[in-house]
């Protein structure tokens, strides 16, 4: 009954059955790394005190939603494919790993800018120009690593797409994933690389993947409309690119 909590896609028919040990474990972590991010885990004393942890409603809220993101998608990988080889094993591993080990280097730097934003005291307020570099570094690393994680993954499920009888639809919402995520990975490169010279133009690169997302969804709808049209005998040659 758990795997249909979330009805499945359209255009991709979930392969996975019930929920498996591994995804347990790995919601597990999830649950665990959100539960670190909170703000406080005792009542506040005084109105001083709720206040204070008011104030980090915001950035909780920014790193939940991105912990978030990374579980749906993990979790939308995992249906869609139901893989627990070896190496898909290793992969989820090394993402939990990952997760758990920065989500205090997130909450502290969200924290931090919000602080800014809000004219606040935050942990940033004596940071030189040099931790801030390192702190946008460790985090572009960060960013980068999850995404490159989800492109070995569904390179390696488009690898198996004989095995896995996917349609000429599915191979190109597989193919169109790697992309997108290679394009996370792209954002996290670039925001390191700038960060060593202008940490500020780190952070606001990151606005870019919407634009990255509108661009490329508007080609991959197109592309999409086309194959569902083509959906006909003649068009069967199609799966075997």
Same mark, same amino acid.
């Given at each position: 009954?758990?795997?249909?909590?979330?009805?499945?896609?359209?255009?991709?028919?979930?392969?996975?059955? @019930?929920?498996?040990?591994?995804?347990? $474990?790995?919601?597990? #972590?999830?649950?665990?790394?959100?539960?670190?991010? *909170? #703000? +406080?885990? @005792?009542?506040?004393?005084?109105?001083? @005190?709720?206040?204070?942890?008011?104030?980090?409603? #915001?950035?909780?809220?920014?790193?939940? !939603? =991105?912990?978030?993101?990374?579980?749906?998608?993990?979790?939308? $990988? !995992?249906?869609?494919?139901? /893989?627990?080889?070896?190496?898909?094993?290793?992969?989820?591993?090394?993402? &939990?790993?990952? *997760? /758990?080990?920065?989500?205090?280097?997130?909450?502290?730097?969200?924290?931090?800018?919000?602080?800014?934003?809000?004219?606040?005291?935050?942990?940033?307020?004596?940071?030189?120009?040099?931790?801030? +570099? &390192?702190?946008?570094?460790?985090?572009?690393?960060?960013?980068?690593? *999850?995404?490159?994680?989800?492109?070995?993954?569904?390179?390696?499920?488009?690898?198996?797409?004989? =095995?896995?009888? /996917?349609?000429?639809? @599915?191979?190109?919402?597989?193919?169109?994933?790697?992309?997108?995520?290679?394009?996370?990975?792209?954002?996290?490169?670039? +925001?390191?690389?700038?960060?060593?010279?202008?940490?500020?133009?780190?952070?606001?690169?990151?606005?870019?993947?919407?634009?990255? $997302?509108?661009?490329?969804? +508007?080609?991959?709808?197109?592309?999409?409309?086309?194959?569902?049209?083509? =959906?006909?005998?003649?068009?069967?040659?199609? !799966?075997?690119?």
């Amino acid at each position: 009954m758990g795997h249909h909590a979330i009805l499945p896609e359209k255009d991709f028919r979930w392969r996975a059955g @019930e929920i498996t040990r591994l995804e347990a $474990f790995c919601d597990i #972590v999830f649950g665990f790394a959100i539960t670190l991010l *909170v #703000v +406080s885990l @005792e009542v506040p004393r005084d109105y001083a @005190e709720l206040m204070a942890d008011l104030r980090g409603f #915001v950035p909780f809220a920014i790193c939940f !939603s =991105q912990l978030i993101l990374i579980w749906y998608n993990h979790y939308r $990988f !995992s249906r869609r494919f139901g /893989l627990e080889d070896t190496y898909t094993v290793f992969l989820n591993v090394v993402l &939990v790993f990952l *997760v /758990l080990f920065y989500v205090y280097p997130l909450k502290f730097l969200f924290t931090g800018l919000f602080a800014q934003l809000s004219g606040t005291t935050g942990p940033l307020d004596h940071s030189t120009l040099h931790e801030a +570099s &390192v702190l946008m570094r460790v985090y572009a690393i960060g960013f980068a690593a *999850v995404f490159g994680l989800f492109v070995l993954m569904y390179r390696h499920a488009y690898k198996l797409r004989d =095995q896995l009888q /996917l349609t000429p639809l @599915e191979r190109l919402i597989t193919r169109t994933a790697i992309q997108e995520n290679l394009g996370m990975v792209g954002v996290g490169l670039l +925001s390191f690389l700038l960060a060593f010279r202008h940490p500020a133009a780190a952070g606001w690169i990151y606005s870019g993947i919407g634009i990255f $997302f509108w661009i490329h969804g +508007s080609i991959t709808g197109k592309r999409m409309r086309l194959l569902r049209e083509s =959906q006909s005998p003649a068009g069967e040659e199609y !799966s075997r690119h």
